[in-house]
């Protein structure tokens, strides 16, 4: 009889953890998931994707060296996907140290938890574009890959550059299995509030619905390189079925501005941007990659990847899910879904108010 593999997932409650698990029930997995007790519990997405009584979780944390070998030692999988993190760029700056902590030396715990115990797992960690920082722009926007010189902008890319090295570490020292997936942007109405997209489509749905006068926005010229996360969780798995762990560069190779963002998701419900619109320094970042773009070829040619939705699309599908949701919510539906349960910015009190 053939075993059905089992898989690992740190940061299961987050946005590529839902997808992710999807993704690995679809193909016959396993899988264990990796959750934090918090005082309200998190579980929307995977409701939302009807997977949440489909996979075990265990409490963890990744601070606690101990939990993560005793979710090791539950699970006993073949493959771990390590995507748990403090994963917003400008909170980093809010709480530098507990992300240098969370982001960066959990990488460590979790590889020397492998190490220890279970050497064979094949590890995939969730490196990030982030890590790239200023080459952007000093390479004059051409799209970057797994050779360009890393410079972070923020304690959050700094905490992944440790996190990128140590796994390459590993991978060389101790002849483990060990993949860095060099991810850029990926969106999804799953996506975190915060996040720009997300935050856009967001409003504007409110705007299109009168519930909202207006959009705050911060730095309009920054560019990334936006795709689909449903496709890019693939790529995850298709990094860890190689016969040798490796580094790929996950990307859609084209670069869109914070502004050509809220022109099409404003076009979406036929309305003009400019008038809705409203910069607010609060959205600001001491520091801010300025600009983004991707080079896949290499995941293209080894892992056969491309992606298929592209910028247009993805803020299509974004907006639409918004109004779809607001619609609902106004005919008095609840269901698993996060916005309403946000307060607004306006009341958050940020470090980027004193710049
Ligand atoms: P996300 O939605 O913010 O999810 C982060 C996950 O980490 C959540 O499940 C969160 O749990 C968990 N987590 C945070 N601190 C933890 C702790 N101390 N112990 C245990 N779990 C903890 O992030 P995402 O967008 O899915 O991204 C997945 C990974 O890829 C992250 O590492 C991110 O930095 C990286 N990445 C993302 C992108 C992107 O564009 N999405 C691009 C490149 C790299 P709670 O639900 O309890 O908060
Ligand atoms: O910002 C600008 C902001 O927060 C994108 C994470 O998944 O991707 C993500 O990091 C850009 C920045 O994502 C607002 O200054 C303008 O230039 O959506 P974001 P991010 O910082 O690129 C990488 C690859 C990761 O690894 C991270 O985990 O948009 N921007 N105005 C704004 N950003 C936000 N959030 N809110 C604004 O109002």
């Not at 918090?38 to 990744?62: Q, Y």
């Amino acid at each position: 009889m053939i075993r059905m593999k089992k898989a690992l997932i740190t940061g299961v409650t987050g946005q590529d953890g839902a997808y992710l698990t999807k993704f690995l029930l679809d193909k016959g997995y396993e899988v264990y998931g990796i959750y934090r007790r918090l005082s309200t519990p998190n579980f929307w997405r995977l409701d939302h994707l009807g997977i949440f009584d489909k996979v075990n979780l265990i409490p963890a944390d990744l601070g606690d060296a101990g939990s993560i070998v005793e979710a090791l030692k539950i699970s006993e999988p073949d493959e771990l996907y390590h995507l748990a993190a403090q994963s917003y760029v400008q909170a980093s700056f809010e709480t530098p140290v507990a992300t240098g902590d969370i982001t960066g030396l959990s990488v460590t715990r979790i590889l020397e938890a492998i190490r220890q115990n279970c050497k064979d797992i094949k590890f995939y960690f969730a490196a990030t574009s982030e890590m790239l920082g200023k080459t952007g722009l000093l390479n004059g926007e051409r799209p970057l890959n797994e050779n360009d010189v890393l410079r972070p902008m923020s304690p959050y890319s700094a905490a992944k550059l440790y996190g990128y090295w140590i796994t390459k570490i590993y991978r060389e020292g101790y002849g483990m299995f060990a993949a860095n997936g060099i991810l850029f942007n990926h969106e999804s109405p799953l996506r975190g509030l915060e996040f720009v997209t997300r935050k856009v489509a967001n409003e504007v749905a409110k705007v299109s619905l009168d519930l909202s006068k207006e959009v705050k926005i911060g730095n309009l010229d920054a560019k990334r390189d936006w795709g689909y996360a449903p496709e890019y969780v693939e790529a995850m798995w298709l990094m860890l079925q190689q016969d040798e762990a490796d580094d790929y560069v996950i990307a859609t190779g084209e670069a869109h501005s914070v502004r050509e963002l809220m022109e099409k998701a404003f076009d979406v419900v036929d309305l003009g941007w400019q008038d809705w619109t409203r910069v607010d320094k609060r959205f600001f970042r001491p520091l801010d990659v300025p600009s983004l773009v991707g080079d896949y070829s290499k995941a293209e040619k080894k892992l056969n990847w491309r992606p298929r939705v592209k910028f247009d699309k993805m803020v299509e599908i974004l907006v639409e899910k918004e109004c779809y949701r607001w619609e609902r919510w106004l005919k008095g539906e609840r269901f698993p879904w996060d916005a309403p349960n946000y307060t607004s910015e306006a009341r958050i009190l940020t470090r980027s108010l004193g710049m």
